[in-house]
């Protein structure tokens, strides 16, 4: 693994502050410069995360590093994407990859002719709880999978209560940021891709004008398997959970669905239940460590830019569905590789 990747950020955000500087450092990257669109703050965040460069020009940046966090708010990844990709920088991107299938499909194709690594920090697939899951599955503790439930309705910290609520410029609302976690976990965990996805939406006081903060709906996968998902801004006390059950069967993982390298799954099947062992690597330090092994030719991304894609794909076909209130299929032609392994 490359140990000395130069990296620089994308974005003077909340997300790169609480895990990821923490988890380049941890993984032996160096965080050399910090690129916000306001002068002030990517010099108050360069000294208080201590960075030693911050800057408001993106070319300034990329000619410091040799690979970028990308957490800007979501309109502007797919520009940012494009410009760090022809410069020659990896990237690992915040979800969702861009507003739409066909941008983030554009950034997928652009960074492969590129030849530079894209990864999409979809954390939950690092989870201790989620990899269990799905080996248990793919060694037939469940038997045949026939359906799975994503309980991921959590509310949003006060701190967080800007852009994802107000702007659906920015790619606001809840679909746009927790179902296209719930999308790729799904995928990651039964190794499977959906085909259909049908969704209503909630807006119920904490979001504003048309942006949801609360959806429920159901994605039908190409083995038949039905999953559904729950997810909102709004619920202070329920706990989050994703479960799978099958013919000999059941998977129930509970408090799986979040940053920290928590949670327990419970295997019940007619020999009784059993706690699965989990491994609690910090989930941001793993997806970090796989993108740094993948630019140093080891491997790919714990989730690459196509996951990225499948995960948009859905989120698109639940919001399509929310708003036509009919079943939206997912178009095979638009997410460009099957579930990556
Ligand atoms: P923030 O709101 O913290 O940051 C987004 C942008 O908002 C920043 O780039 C910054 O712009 C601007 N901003 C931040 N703080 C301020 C402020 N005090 N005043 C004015 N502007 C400010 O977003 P998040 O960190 O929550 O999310 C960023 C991205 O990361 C999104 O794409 C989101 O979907 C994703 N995300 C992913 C998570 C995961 O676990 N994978 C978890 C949380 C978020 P500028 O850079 O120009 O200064």
């Not at 002719?113 to 939950?124: I, S």
């Not at 295997?267 to 740094?292: C, K, M």
Request: glycine content about 10%.
């Amino acid at each position: 693994m490359n140990t000395t990747l130069r990296w620089g950020l994308i974005g003077a955000s909340t997300i790169a502050r609480e895990w990821m500087i923490d988890a380049i450092r941890s993984m032996g990257g160096d965080v050399v410069s910090v690129m916000s669109s306001d002068r002030d703050r990517a010099s108050a965040y360069a000294d208080a995360n201590r960075i030693p460069h911050a800057t408001t020009s993106l070319d300034e940046l990329l000619e410091k590093v040799d690979a970028v966090y990308v957490s800007t708010t979501n309109e502007l990844h797919h520009d940012q994407v494009l410009r760090s990709a022809r410069a020659g920088r990896h990237v690992l991107c915040e979800k969702p990859l861009a507003l739409t299938v066909g941008e983030a499909r554009g950034m997928v194709e652009a960074c492969r002719a590129l030849g530079v690594v894209l990864g999409t920090n979809h954390h939950l697939r690092n989870a201790g709880t989620h990899r269990a899951m799905r080996e248990a599955i793919a060694a037939g503790r469940i038997g045949r999978p026939l359906f799975a439930r994503v309980f991921h309705a959590v509310y949003l910290p006060a701190h967080l209560q800007g852009w994802r609520l107000t702007n659906p410029g920015a790619g606001a609302g809840v679909i746009l940021d927790i179902t296209v976690h719930d999308a790729d976990t799904l995928r990651f965990v039964l190794a499977d891709d959906p085909v259909e996805v049908t969704a209503m939406s909630q807006s119920a006081g904490l979001s504003q004008g048309e942006v949801e903060d609360g959806a429920m709906g159901a994605i039908r996968f190409s083995s038949g398997v039905l999953a559904q998902f729950h997810d909102a801004f709004t619920t202070a006390h329920a706990k989050t959970g994703f479960e799978v059950h099958g013919t000999d069967g059941s998977l129930i993982g509970t408090d799986c669905m979040t940053q920290k390298a928590v949670g327990d799954v419970l295997l019940r099947t007619a020999s009784g239940e059993e706690l699965l062992p989990i491994d609690r690597t910090n989930l941001y330090e793993r997806s970090v460590a796989r993108f740094a092994a993948a630019v140093a030719g080891d491997g790919e991304p714990a989730a690459t830019g196509d996951d990225g894609v499948w995960s948009l794909a859905v989120a698109a076909a639940a919001l399509e569905s929310a708003r036509t209130s009919r079943a939206v299929a997912i178009d095979p032609a638009q997410p460009t590789t099957k579930v990556s392994q």
